[in-house]
């Protein structure tokens, strides 16, 4: 994409971190940006910041784990703007945080909350927003925050986390080979964050109540969890991961990784030289 003024952009957690700086910055390049998110009061408020600067802002509440709210997302955003030239299915929830278990320790209801945001909410944006943007027949772009947990081995006391976001990193790369088989104008982008200074942490904030009753969580990972937390407020800013997937944008990058952390990055070659390792045996 090499034109940004007057485009829309739809962003899925868009109230705070990662999400509220990629549409600040789209906003800056000239375009119009649709912030959703599931927290009424935080989403208000980055609304109310935004419009003060001057943007063309709309907010809407939306739960992405339930596809109505996507549905009602994708007509509210062609309601006001007549199109969408990008969807960044960004929101996430349940790295990290105080219900933090071993795998066989974690209850379906935690399965349930964390793939019903991260993974569920992904699918929903593509099934609502992909038939809109190939109706419209012009260049478009579909960017699924894969997180560089997508990338690396699921480490211990975020594995749902992990396993959603390898998930989230199939989907992009299925969905990106569909379309070029139909030679279509849609791009897919892989956005994967490293450690960003955001709340994924605390996300259990929004933790819908039917979902909280059996919450667990095991003391002997309390000191990994401790430092999982130290680590993303230590983190780079979200502001420039917005600036590296703007940049994204006009190159031809698939992945977009975000840091170059030597943490990241290691866990990321041993994986791959382990597959490449055995597949030599």
Not at 71 to 90: C, E, P, R
Not at 112 to 135: A, E, S
Not at 205 to 234: H, V, W
Not at 247 to 256: D, K, P, T, V
Request: hydrophobic residues 40%; aromatic residues 8%.
């Amino acid at each position: 994409m090499k034109e940004f003024k007057d485009k829309v952009a739809v962003i899925t957690g868009a109230a705070s971190g990662i999400g509220r700086a990629i549409a600040e910055k789209f906003a800056q390049e000239g375009m119009k940006v649709v912030i959703s998110d599931i927290e009424k009061e935080a989403l208000s408020q980055t609304e109310a910041e935004l419009k003060q600067m001057g943007f063309d802002v709309l907010a809407l509440t939306a739960d992405v784990s339930k596809i109505e709210d996507v549905k009602i997302l994708a007509q509210k955003t062609i309601d006001k703007f007549g199109v969408v030239h990008i969807l960044i299915n960004n929101a996430g929830v349940g790295f990290a945080g105080e219900s933090s278990t071993k795998i066989w320790e974690s209850p379906p209801s935690e399965w349930q909350w964390i793939l019903g945001v991260n993974l569920w909410g992904v699918i929903h944006g593509i099934h609502v927003f992909t038939p809109i943007m190939l109706k419209q027949d012009f260049e478009c772009y579909i960017i699924n925050n894969c997180s560089i947990a997508g990338l690396i081995t699921p480490q211990p006391g975020a594995n749902i986390y992990s396993i959603t976001k390898h998930a989230v990193v199939a989907l992009s790369e299925s969905l990106q080979s569909d379309l070029a088989r139909f030679s279509t104008k849609i791009r897919v982008l892989a956005l994967c964050p490293g450690f960003i200074n955001t709340k994924i942490t605390k996300s259990e904030r929004n933790r819908p109540g039917e979902l909280d009753d059996d919450k667990k969580t095991n003391p002997k990972l309390e000191q990994m969890i401790k430092s999982y937390q130290q680590i993303i407020a230590s983190g780079i800013s979200p502001s420039i991961v917005a600036e590296k997937l703007f940049q994204a944008l006009i190159g031809e990058r698939f992945y977009i990784p975000t840091d170059a952390h030597l943490f990241v990055r290691g866990n990321v070659k041993r994986r791959m030289e382990g597959i490449i390792k055995d597949f030599k045996k």
